[in-house]
């Protein structure tokens, strides 16, 4: 049974013309958090590894997962209290207008710099392994204009794409890492918990503090079909590409040994080169780089959607789309700005990132459903 506690508020914002027009499946919001959590073969997929677990990072993984899922429910929780109000509208009417704006205004800034760092990122990529005389600039516009255009054309295309997009990921996927198993060495996964518990605790906190699709669902919610669906359908989302995030960090430190592993930059990626059949199956790179493109682009459009959707809401816009033009020049000087190189990349992602994004994905929404909670604000379910 669910208690309206302030339902001539609720009704007055749930009557507003929502900015956005379209409306996704639960399913489908489950199938964005499956390509935006998994990726086997960039710097992050193993980053439990990078934060010196070593051989036990799959034990990170798995504490890191059961945390992400307590993250989703945090979050979902406090959506739910709200149903059909989108996001601004939501912490103006927790925190009032003044500080909601603000926390608004935080959360714009959290989307704009996430996908500046993920641009960053694949730029990286690409320029270290494969367009090595490319300029920078180039492959960073062309990224951004095709993640750009895609969440130009709004939610409903951003899942559509994805529809699309996620199969191919999950055969290539499966492809790297069953060409991967006869390569693995089961010894570099021994001794376990040679270290102790706290080289897996630090990992298992880097790794959920990197899990970035939490502030996504709540603002996405309201133009779920059937809201009450996404807690079954995002907790799976978020077990699968734990999962498969796990069979990666196994395959990547059986392969390569937990001392290369965690010194290689792109240690995913420089795995897949191991694959080698009767001299014929081999040079699989394009492989890497497609789960690498592919993932990325998608995860990139979504939060590039969020920045200017946010920025609609907040600033009670007619239309957002307009706003992709100078937002998408924020985040391509941002992401030349705040990140030099590679190197710098890798070292934000594995000590601030996950602070920073702890802030966004934990704090502020519990902060949120315990303010919302003491002031009897939105639904309750009794």
Excluded at 29 to 41: E, H, K, P, Q, V
Excluded at 65 to 77: C, D, E, G
Excluded at 102 to 115: H, R
Excluded at 307 to 314: D, E, F, N, P
Aim: hydrophobic share 55%.
């Amino acid at each position: 049974m669910v208690k309206n506690l302030n339902p001539t508020r609720n009704r007055r914002n749930r009557g507003d013309i929502m900015l956005e027009k379209g409306k996704i499946r639960a399913g489908q919001l489950m199938w964005l958090l499956i390509t935006i959590g998994t990726a086997l073969l960039v710097p992050m997929s193993q980053i439990a590894v990078a934060a010196g677990s070593r051989q036990d990072s799959w034990l990170a993984e798995i504490l890191s997962l059961a945390i992400q899922l307590v993250m989703l429910r945090v979050v979902l929780k406090l959506a739910m209290r709200f149903p059909g109000m989108e996001f601004a509208s939501c912490l103006k009417e927790i925190c009032g207008i003044f500080l909601g704006n603000f926390i608004a205004l935080l959360y714009i800034w959290f989307f704009i710099f996430s996908s500046a760092a993920f641009l960053r990122e694949i730029t990286s990529f690409s320029i270290a392994m494969i367009y090595i005389e490319t300029p920078p600039f180039v492959i960073s516009l062309i990224i951004l204009f095709t993640a750009g255009y895609i969440a130009f054309l709004g939610l409903e295309v951003i899942a559509r794409t994805n529809e699309i997009v996620l199969p191919i990921i999950i055969i290539l996927y499966f492809t790297a890492f069953f060409l991967l198993l006869k390569e693995i060495n089961w010894d570099n996964l021994k001794p376990v918990l040679e270290n102790g518990v706290i080289p897996i605790l630090r990992g298992a906190f880097v790794s959920s503090g990197s899990f970035v699709f939490v502030a996504f669902v709540a603002v996405a919610l309201p133009y779920i079909n059937k809201p009450r669906e996404c807690r079954r359908s995002l907790a799976l989302g978020s077990i699968i590409q734990g999962v498969a995030v796990i069979f990666a960090t196994i395959v990547v430190v059986g392969v390569m040994g937990p001392g290369l592993a965690q010194s290689t930059l792109y240690r995913g990626y420089l795995a897949v080169r191991y694959i080698s059949y009767a001299n014929f199956v081999e040079h699989l790179d394009p492989i890497a780089l497609s789960i690498f493109v592919l993932s990325r682009v998608i995860k990139i459009s979504v939060f590039f959607y969020a920045s200017c959707l946010v920025t609609g809401q907040l600033f009670n816009l007619k239309s957002y789309r307009f706003l992709y033009i100078p937002a998408g020049i924020v985040i391509l000087i941002f992401s030349r700005v705040f990140f030099r190189d590679a190197a710098q990349l890798n070292r934000f992602f594995v000590t601030i990132w996950p602070i920073h994004n702890y802030i966004f994905e934990l704090v502020f929404p519990l902060f949120l459903l315990i303010l919302a909670m003491v002031r009897k604000k939105g639904e309750q379910e009794t």
